[in-house]
């Protein structure tokens, strides 16, 4: 079956899961990210590449720093961008997400760029856009319920090729709560598809998904044992409304057991870098010692994620029919 994501020519159209993607087409979204980190510390800060487009930001979930980045990366491109209110919007008086989408259509859309609580979301309006003939209409995932976070995962494995050349000889370790994770799937999809030798899972059983074995990882329940000779550490957000319930007991007790710290971190490699796709929990998985501290590439994260999210926008636009 041939890949939504991908047109007959097996080029780009919509991106909507690390999952699937060739290992061709994840180098080809870093490697064009890379002449765009340039343009983003020079002077100059557009480019053409998008003038005359317009890019509908479509966010039924709130997310501050991820519709910032995408609306930052769609002007350096040069497109129109609209943000819609969605919560006060039409589907807030009982009009359907496909309805809205065909309205949206009628105004001259070219990308939508979709988060939505409930999984399979944005694979919907792709599949909607097929139906209605819209090949020229292109479908960004910016987060589905527990599903997928692709260009967070893509701008993971950015951060990660900077510091650490290629990824044939790297021990990667993701922390916490895997199980309610979108960006923790992005990321193992993605790490596996590039050659990463061990991608390793560390966490409570409560907060482990069942299925890990079969995507490749190794699961640790033990932080020490599962840090030792990491060459990269994920740490993952830990929800606050989780923390009371069946899977944790306290906060407290989790940051005993999985909480960053120097000493943990110390059974990493000493040129281990840190990552979190934020927003932090200080004191609950991470140390502000930590988070602050040399290892820590967390703001060098949230700055390759626009440049990430640009080559995402003009790959796709590229690639129009």
Do not use: W
Not at 16 to 29: F, K, N
Not at 66 to 94: C, H, M, P, Q, Y
Not at 202 to 211: E, K, R, S, V
Not at 267 to 289: Q, T, W, Y
């Amino acid at each position: 079956m041939l890949n939504p994501q991908l047109n007959e020519n097996g080029e780009l159209i919509h991106l909507l899961s690390t999952e699937g993607l060739p290992r061709s087409i994840l180098t080809h979204i870093l490697d064009t990210a890379a002449t765009f980190v340039g343009i983003t510390d020079r002077e100059v800060k557009k480019v053409p590449l998008l003038r005359g487009k317009s890019v509908f930001n479509l966010f039924f979930e709130n997310s501050t720093r991820t519709r910032t980045t995408f609306e930052i990366a769609a002007k350096r491109l040069s497109a129109d961008v609209l943000n819609l209110d969605i919560t006060r919007s039409s589907t807030a008086k009982g009009e359907t997400l496909l309805d809205t989408i065909d309205n949206l259509c009628a105004m001259h859309a070219d990308m939508f760029v979709v988060r939505h609580a409930s999984s399979g979301a944005p694979y919907l309006i792709a599949e909607h856009l097929k139906k209605r003939g819209r090949k020229d209409i292109h479908v960004v995932n910016a987060g589905d319920g527990r599903h997928a976070h692709p260009t967070q995962g893509l701008l993971d494995m950015y951060t990660i090729r900077h510091f650490k050349q290629n990824f044939e000889n790297l021990t990667v370790a993701i922390v916490g709560d895997i199980l309610h994770s979108r960006v923790a799937r992005s990321d193992i999809h993605a790490l596996t598809t590039l050659g990463v030798p061990e991608v390793r899972a560390i966490g409570p059983q409560t907060l482990l998904p069942a299925d890990l074995a079969r995507m490749g990882v190794q699961v640790y329940h033990d932080m020490n044992d599962g840090l030792k000779g990491c060459d990269v550490v994920i740490m993952l957000r830990l929800q606050n409304e989780r923390m009371n319930g069946a899977l944790l007991p306290s906060a407290g007790e989790y940051f005993k057991h999985y909480g960053l710290t120097p000493e943990k971190l110390a059974l990493a490699k000493p040129d281990a870098i840190v990552m979190h796709p934020g927003p932090m929990n200080r004191g609950v998985e991470i140390d502000s010692d930590v988070a602050d501290g040399p290892q820590a590439v967390i703001l060098n994260q949230v700055t390759f994620g626009i440049a990430v999210r640009m080559a995402v926008m003009s790959i796709l636009a590229g690639n129009s029919q």
